[in-house]
């Protein structure tokens, strides 16, 4: 489904500093309804990987393909089409601060072309699935860190993505919360949704028992069947 | 196509009443903005109206020799009146000058004194002339000098007068220049004022704008609310401005009047009411929707 072939990606800074390397020639291929873990220290790469997968940046060197498609080569306009494929649950959440929280997620439906009826519908429903309908009217800052990492991860699901892309999602949350969401990316996992999680968790990767790519320094060290996190 | 193009103008609005104080911020510069080409509207046809209030007021007198035939100073009369650049001519003889002058001075008993030791009639009979713009006086001057009837001439005042005349040219026209560039250097600054408050509006929803795009918004999806902004911004700046000049206009009209030889700033709103408020709101529409444009351009690179 995904295929990463021969990825670099290097940051210049100004002309006296030395270039970083944040990807260094990486390849692997994600196949559909497969649940991959991303594991590897601070600067390690992870989310830089996360950003190249959604076009957000693009490589120094070589390819992402999704399907048949080659990711960089799309047009402004064909872009977004790719990005309505994927739900992103973003490190840093992006929630639209001049949102209410019902809004954050009803926006994306609105992206997507869906009918009021069917937001008025689902919206509801998503909100409830993360414990956040009593919070629907609340703007992001009056949320607190984890609900607002549980109102990133309604939006990233609010539109049934086939692929779901989950950064340090359980970064800020309390051990019992952080079991919650993994519970729910497992189930979407099981729902045949493709997951890509990037973590630095070793809790959460020794219990999911599945593929872990490892990173170190922008380079893959190791990619397991059935992981363990070992650094 | 119409749900996106419905969502599009509710999320404008709601954005708009969202950044109340920004958007007002927006509003008070661009009435700034647009008041520089109304008050250019209504000033260059009150400048005109002016102009041609001048020199309603400015003309030169034909002073003819005392033993000069009555017959011969109206054909000379005739002859002037033929002439393409005089739009009015005027005979007065002397009794006439003799009773306008005695009219006017009648409450100064030095003059009348002087006037009945005379004895006699002092005037000399005279011809009015008005050109149809100040610059003709020069040559209706050199025609009369050259004319057939200049020995029955005793002399024209335009010599006396040509130093008023020609202040009042100069002063005229250093008025409109400086009243256009004026305009135009402070439109160019408000302009710029307008701008950089557009961008500054735009600057504080980049992180929004590039979250959009993440989430697989097409550009016109995420310009579209910023357009309605934009338009919303210029409608009610445009509106505010029009209510403002019809003010001014309506308040100061008096007082304009007696100050400035009865030009009529009123009737000027009234007569271009309509193109006024079409060109306030195309002003405002257009700054707003095209600074918009132009200042999210950079953050839809994403």
């Known amino acids: ?231 | 196509m119409l749900t996106s193009l419905k969502r599009i103008i509710k999320n404008g609005c709601k954005d708009f009443s969202r950044n109340l104080s920004l958007s007002l911020a927006t509003i008070f510069i661009m009435v700034i903005v647009i008041s520089f080409p109304t008050a250019l509207f209504i000033l260059n046809p009150a400048s005109k109206i002016l102009i041609s209030n001048i020199e309603k007021k400015v003309d030169i007198s034909v002073y003819f020799n005392e033993d000069a035939k009555k017959e011969d100073i109206l054909s000379a009369k005739e002859a002037i009146a033929k002439l393409p650049e005089v739009k009015e001519v005027v005979y007065l003889s002397k009794e006439e000058t003799m009773e306008k002058f005695v009219e006017r001075h009648k409450n100064d008993p030095v003059l009348m004194e002087s006037l009945a030791e005379l004895g006699e009639n002092p005037f000399l009979a005279s011809v009015n002339i008005k050109a149809k713009d100040l610059s003709q006086y020069e040559q209706i001057t050199k025609f009369l000098e050259n004319a057939p009837f200049a020995k029955i001439i005793k002399k024209v005042d335009y010599y006396e007068r040509k130093p008023i005349i020609e202040r009042i040219f100069s002063v005229i026209s250093k008025i409109n220049k400086i009243g256009i560039i004026l305009a135009v250097t402070a439109g160019i600054i408000a302009f710029l004022v307008a701008f950089s408050t557009i961008k500054t509006s735009i600057y504080s929803a980049r992180k929004e704008i590039e979250i959009m795009r993440l989430v697989g918004a097409s550009n016109w999806f995420i310009r579209g609310p910023f357009f309605v902004q934009g338009v919303i911004v210029g409608v009610i700046s445009a509106l505010i401005t029009f209510s403002l000049t019809f003010a001014f206009c309506f308040f100061l009209n008096s007082k304009i009047q007696s100050l400035f030889f009865g030009v009529d700033i009123f009737r000027i709103f009234l007569e271009n009411m309509g193109v006024l408020f079409l060109t306030q709101l195309g002003v405002g529409i257009g700054l707003g929707v095209i600074s918009s444009m132009i200042a999210i351009r950079k953050y839809l690179k994403v």
């Open chain 1, 1 to 231: 489904m995904i295929s990463i072939s021969g990825i670099t990606k290097v940051y210049y800074g100004s002309s006296k500093e030395e270039p970083i390397v944040a990807l260094d020639n990486v390849s692997f291929e994600i196949k559909k309804n497969e649940f991959v873990s991303i594991v590897g220290r601070s600067g390690a790469g992870k989310t830089t990987l996360l950003k190249l997968i959604i076009a957000e940046e693009e490589p120094t060197k070589g390819t992402i393909f999704l399907d048949k498609c080659d990711i960089f080569k799309l047009s402004r306009k064909n872009l977004p089409l790719l990005r309505r494929r994927f739900g992103v649950i973003f490190q840093d959440y992006k929630l639209f601060s001049s949102k209410t929280a019902y809004e954050n997620v009803a926006y994306v439906m609105e992206v997507m072309g869906a009918t009021d009826a069917q937001i008025a519908r689902d919206v509801p429903q998503v909100l409830e699935l993360v414990g956040l309908l009593d919070r629907a009217d609340n703007f992001p800052h009056e949320l607190s860190g984890g609900e607002k990492q549980r109102l990133a991860i309604a939006r990233a699901l609010i539109h049934r993505p086939d692929i779901i892309l989950a950064d340090e999602p359980t970064g800020n949350l309390d051990p019992y919360n952080t079991f919650e969401i993994i519970r729910l990316l497992k189930k979407l996992h099981e729902l045949g949704n493709t997951v890509i999680l990037s973590t630095h968790d070793k809790e959460v990767i020794n219990r999911l028992g599945e593929r872990v790519i490892t990173l170190e320094n922008g380079r893959v060290i190791r990619d397991e069947k059935r992981g363990k996190f070992i650094l």
